[in-house]
């Protein structure tokens, strides 16, 4: 939907506030105009319910608001009188016209001063409960988002079962697009497993302004860009998702707007200069090992450090491949003694992979050999051909709402003749450090800047599935920053020290005060 098509739904909102209250407001000793003028009339009546008008603000803001409307409807009914839970169960199940029949039909009488506070313990717990959920969407939405590694592409630097922090302010915070939606889920409520949206109230694309752009090797959670599952079991290529409903992924941005990308052996070149990862990344391979006896035991280690392939071992005429191996430890698993040689499994250069962006035959890139690529940057105008156009089309299309056309040789972006063209926002490409064992660009190419949720900053606790008891969890990694070099400081303990100091006074305080 458009800015437009949300300017008439709002002016409606008002219009429809305004006959269903307006001789309520009359009763509370405010003009009857007040109740139709857009934003003045949600601060006559939070005076009229009783409330801050700083609240006002939690009206704008998009899954917060539903939650707000359904609260401000029950308190226009109990500054009236209407106190009772069959009127709270009308008020809710009617989504507020039981107001329009108390400001026509029943005679009720405005209760100055009217006490807000809770008379009961379940309108405690209710009350509570709200304020919980209105605050952990806001710090959800807006600030830091809780995140857990799904898969192994990212291996060393992120590991399956860690629990992240995922910062949305440093690339600046996104504001849903889906504006009526289940707060706090993604794209699925849980146990009843129904969408947790109505895509049919779509925000156009809003984000506030950060303070870090994103670079070259940063770790970002984004959305899926093709994205079609219509949940995590079933896809349909036609099933359309908004942006912020899309599947999240974590992967490494080694390209970023305006570079050149190219893959060679496996390895990424950015404007021609071989990218350098931190040492607290490590590039992954699949290896092929031929060993000197005819197999290797199901779990092979080497000096203590278990690099049996999390997939299984596959046997090739006697030689294994093993998946996900980094450099150290290919330096030593040659001097394993079963091993005779070992070789690092790569694609022939120039064979196409149909898999691989931008599918189209007369591109014959792989996995291990790709590009040169140009990587979108805002602003910036390139030729455009029937040789480069597979590259850019869905750019074009789908990520920046274009119509496309092709007659012959000639291109025709939104009727009209095409020679060239200019692009709307920052494009990045993301990829995993598991280099054969990853989904990413290479198979569905750019990712737009619409589509980044954040920044993953500190890891807080770590489960290893594979370990028993208290070796479940990997200690090392609790409370540790995802980004920087060397290796990162655990601050489990200062955090728990902190914890302590902070309950000691707490509880000294209440001590005080009973004495």
Do not use: C
């Not at 300017?7 to 909102?13: H, N, W």
């Not at 504001?175 to 409520?189: Q, R, S």
């Amino acid at each position: 939907m458009s800015y437009q098509d949300w300017f008439i739904i709002f002016i409606a909102v008002q219009f429809i506030h305004g006959l269903g209250t307006w001789k309520l407001y009359i009763k509370a000793g405010e003009k009857p105009w007040a109740a139709f003028v857009p934003v003045y009339n949600a601060i006559v009546l939070m005076r009229i319910i009783n409330r801050e008008r700083w609240l006002v603000f939690l009206l704008f803001i998009p899954v917060i608001n539903v939650i707000m409307f359904l609260v401000i409807w029950v308190e226009i009914a109990r500054s009236f009188g209407k106190n009772t839970y069959i009127d709270t169960f009308l008020t809710i199940i009617t989504l507020g016209f039981y107001n329009y029949y108390l400001n026509y039909i029943e005679d009720v009488k405005y209760i100055p001063n009217r006490d807000v506070n809770p008379k009961s313990t379940s309108g405690e717990w209710t009350s509570s409960i709200i304020f919980a959920i209105i605050a952990a969407t806001l710090v959800h939405n807006y600030v830091m988002q809780p995140y857990t590694i799904p898969t192994s592409s990212l291996e060393k630097s992120l590991l399956v079962g860690d629990f992240l922090f995922v910062s949305k302010f440093h690339y600046g915070a996104r504001v849903p697009m889906t504006a009526v939606a289940a707060p706090m889920v993604h794209d699925t409520i849980p146990l009843i497993n129904t969408k947790s949206y109505f895509d049919e109230l779509e925000l156009p694309y809003l984000r506030i302004p950060g303070f870090q752009k994103i670079k070259n090797n940063d770790i970002v959670v984004f959305n899926w860009p093709v994205d079609t599952m219509l949940n995590m079991y079933y896809t349909d290529k036609y099933h359309y998702k908004p942006i912020d409903k899309k599947t999240n992924y974590v992967k490494r941005s080694v390209g970023i707007a305006g570079d050149t990308l190219e893959i060679k052996e496996g390895y990424v070149y950015i404007n021609g200069k071989k990218n350098e990862l931190s040492d607290r990344a490590e590039l992954q391979f699949s290896y092929l090992v031929q060993p000197k006896n005819r197999t290797f035991s199901k779990k092979v280690m080497v000096n203590n450090y278990d690099i049996t392939d999390p997939f299984g071992i596959i046997n090739r005429e006697n030689t294994y491949q093993f998946v996900a191996i980094g450099d150290k430890t290919v330096d030593r698993f040659k001097n394993h003694p079963n091993v005779s040689s070992i070789e690092k499994y790569l694609s022939i250069e120039g064979e196409r992979d149909s898999n691989i962006f931008p599918h189209n035959e007369n591109y014959n890139w792989n996995n291990d050999f790709f590009g040169p690529i140009y990587i979108p940057e805002k602003g910036t105008t390139i030729d455009l051909n029937i040789k480069n156009l597979p590259l850019y089309k869905r750019v074009i299309e789908v990520y920046e709402n274009n119509t496309l056309k092709v007659n012959g040789n000639n291109i025709f972006i939104n009727g009209e003749l095409a020679k060239d063209y200019t692009f709307k926002q920052d494009y990045y490409w993301l990829m995993g450090d598991n280099r054969h064992n990853s989904q990413d660009s290479r198979a569905w190419g750019f990712v737009p800047f619409d589509h980044v949720v954040g920044k993953p900053v500190f890891k807080w606790m770590s489960w290893n599935t594979n370990g028993k008891g208290f070796n479940k969890i990997r200690w090392d990694r609790m409370f540790t920053t995802v980004h920087g070099e060397g290796t990162p400081n655990s601050y489990f303990v200062p955090f728990l020290v902190f914890l302590g100091i902070y309950f000691g006074i707490k509880k000294w305080k209440k001590y005080k005060k009973e004495d």
